[in-house]
């Protein structure tokens, strides 16, 4: 037997009174008239709901531990279906959150809907912003990636400025001493639970107070009196649609939101930046350097929220209403024009040309320079190794049990520069000529070398700079400052083979000989980024064995020999110069770099390299083995696991004095 749907109705309804709320809730009139303006209450409901609903979903694929947040964020984020999608719109509505509150604020402030009766419901209102921005604090450390750990480090840091208690605070914050595990389950429990809750709570509080005093209204004789339903939710629905579309744009354009490197505490990141709309707080820091912080951090922000929960107060009269209109513009131009002189100086380095800088010889603007290029520098970085920790987590091999910083520490491409820089960048460069004065990723720029240029080190090109007249004394080979090899007998080999008044068969012959020993030496190091010889090539190479082991009598006047100093398979003798079998091999370049005075390189005449990891402590070594081999693979291309990303952001020109 069915029930008529009117009965069924009438009994929810006698039940419930879900009419009555209903028509409490739509039918409430709105002197003269619906309007734009008043859409932003509830496009902030609706935003909030949608946090809610996916944040449900990311939660049920979020596992909150330093070994394994960013690995399931990966997962959402590259494997999921449709992951992407989620992630993307819970990131960019938290941003349209927060700039939709500065929105509802001013609209609230500019009509004086803050002031008696209302007072209590502005606060409310206040509460629920700093809870919106503490959600949004706490989701940013999520991830567990560097810009998230380093930027939220950056900011509970600052706690530890508040006076009496900003220690504990800080500890309190980070669950410890350290940032861990406990930072992240911390802030996990406030983003996903507290915080979350409260703001439902003080919403409810906040509506209902609303819904006491009314729709407040500048001037109600301009229109009509209108209902809320269906003027006004029109157009709230319009509006609310319009920031979902912007979302699912930006979500769609950046296909999902932005996912760092894994979080590393043993190599900071420069670039740490915290989003948009706290980059006016950021660059505030910037005014109060030293001894003056805790003004930036705790005093100026607590003067100004003082003022914000007592704005009710003040604007009690016609006067104090315009002064509070005043106040509040003023210090929402300063917020914006702090934000513009953030993301001016982050970005300096791009949009100023490096020659002015010289030309103005400002110390201040130098300095503004040098910062704003270490920081794209560092920017640029952390996009590669994030592009590259991506595709190495997505190779079948997968993430290791270890996590996903293990699988970065483990891999060359991202480690190799890293240890350069450490230990050998105070001596060698590594820069490409042909970009030279251009701050590219590969380049690691020593601004006053001590020893040669090691950029492609092995290719055919680098080993042809060897046997170069003018190449051989730059300072990419033996030029650098304080040489002994300057004036020495390879110098003086390659500078005499083809003087200046040889004629032009001469000085053809000889430099084909020397390109045929750059191939056949080329050949040695087996890069793995070398193509694969084909016929012409193999006889070059075999032509350049010749010619090593067969002496140079027939090319160059003095009749020597390469193998008259170094020692080339089965001819020559070990001792006066580096054996060239295998030369810059992997295994030659290990065996190097452990102890270059080894009677099979440079031996008595070896004036400055350490040796690396001879000793028979291995305590005393500069570098272990695993560090050394991470080195030599990135030195020689030796990616292994995947390639080399095919592209590499450009960045400005080099700081300046480089």
């Known amino acids: 037997m069915s029930v008529p749907s009117q009965t069924l109705g009438q009994w929810f309804e006698s039940r419930t009174g879900f009419r009555s709320v209903l028509h409490a809730a739509l039918f409430e009139p709105i002197p003269g008239g619906a309007r734009w303006r008043y859409v932003w209450g509830s496009t902030l409901v609706v935003a909030f709901i949608t946090q809610v609903i996916t944040g449900v979903f990311l939660w049920m694929a979020y596992s909150p531990s330093t070994q394994t947040a960013w690995e399931s964020v990966f997962y959402v984020q590259h494997e999921l279906r449709g992951g992407w999608l989620l992630r993307g719109i819970h990131h960019y509505t938290a941003h349209a959150m927060v700039y939709l509150l500065v929105i509802h604020f001013l609209q609230v402030v500019i009509d004086g809907a803050y002031r008696a009766p209302r007072e209590l419901n502005f606060i409310l209102g206040l509460i629920l912003m700093l809870l919106v921005m503490g959600m949004a604090f706490t989701g940013y450390l999520l991830p567990w990636d560097q810009k998230g750990y380093w930027a939220t480090s950056v900011g509970t840091s600052l706690a530890s400025q508040a006076p009496l208690v900003g220690e504990d605070l800080r500890k309190l914050a980070v669950g410890g001493t350290n940032y861990g595990h406990h930072t992240l389950t911390r802030f996990f429990a406030l983003h996903a639970g507290v915080l979350p809750a409260l703001l439902v709570v003080f919403l409810v509080f906040h509506i209902a107070l609303f819904r006491r005093h009314g729709l407040h209204v500048r001037h ?21 649609l319009a920031v979902l579309a912007a979302v699912l744009a930006l979500t769609i354009y950046n296909h999902g939101a932005e996912l760092g490197a894994p979080a590393d505490p043993a190599n900071p990141y420069d670039a740490a930046r915290p989003e948009g709309y706290f980059l006016f707080l950021f660059q505030l820091l910037k005014w109060f350097p030293g001894e003056l912080e805790l003004w930036g951090a705790f005093i100026m922000p607590g003067i100004i929220l003082t003022y914000l929960f007592l704005l009710p107060w003040i604007g009690l009269t016609r006067a104090g209403h ?11 131009g300063a917020a914006i024009v702090l934000t513009i002189q953030a993301i001016h100086e982050d970005n300096y380095a791009a949009w100023t040309d490096k020659n002015e800088v010289l030309a103005a010889n400002d110390p201040l603007m130098t300095a503004r320079y040098e910062a704003s290029e270490r920081f794209l520098r560092a920017q640029a970085d952390a996009q590669r190794e994030a592009q590259r920790i991506i595709e190495l987590a997505g190779m079948p091999t997968r993430i290791p049990p270890t996590g996903a910083l293990a699988l970065m520490h483990e891999d060359p491409y991202l480690q190799g520069p890293r240890l350069y820089r450490q230990h050998c960048g105070s001596c060698h460069n590594y820069e490409n000529p042909q970009e030279r004065g251009v701050a590219a990723l590969s380049n690691i720029v020593n601004p006053k070398p001590t020893a040669p240029n090691l950029y492609g080190l092995g290719t055919e090109a680098w080993i042809a700079g060897w046997l170069d007249a003018h190449r051989i004394v730059s300072p990419d080979y033996f030029g650098y400052q304080g040489s002994p090899f300057h004036e020495g007998e390879m110098a003086s080999f390659v500078q005499e083979a083809a003087p200046a008044d040889a004629d032009e068969e001469q000085r053809n012959g000889v430099a084909e000989a020397f390109a045929s020993i750059a191939a056949a030496m080329a050949a040695e190091a087996a890069l793995p980024t070398a193509p694969k010889p084909d016929a012409p090539q193999t006889e070059r190479i075999g032509e350049g064995r010749e010619l090593i082991t067969g002496g140079l009598s027939g090319v160059v006047d003095s009749g020597v020999s390469c193998t008259d100093c170094h020692k080339f398979q089965d001819v020559g003798d070990v001792g006066l110069a580096p054996d060239l079998t295998g030369y810059m091999s992997r295994r030659w370049l290990l065996d190097f770099i452990r ?5 099979r390189f440079y031996a008595e005449k070896n004036d400055r390299m350490p040796a690396f990891a001879p000793h028979d402590d291995p305590r005393l070594n500069q570098l272990d083995d695993h560090s050394l081999e991470l080195i030599v693979d990135w030195l020689r291309g030796d990616w292994r696991r995947a390639p080399l990303p095919e592209s590499e952001p450009a960045l400005p020109p080099a700081a300046v004095g480089n």
């Open 220 to 240: 109600p004789a301009r229109g009509p009196q209108q209902m809320f339903w269906p003027d006004q939710v029109l157009k709230d629905s319009l509006a609310a």
């Open 322 to 332: 315009a002064f509070n209109v005043a106040m509040i513009c003023l210090l929402m």
């Open 595 to 599: 102890n270059p005075a080894g009677e």
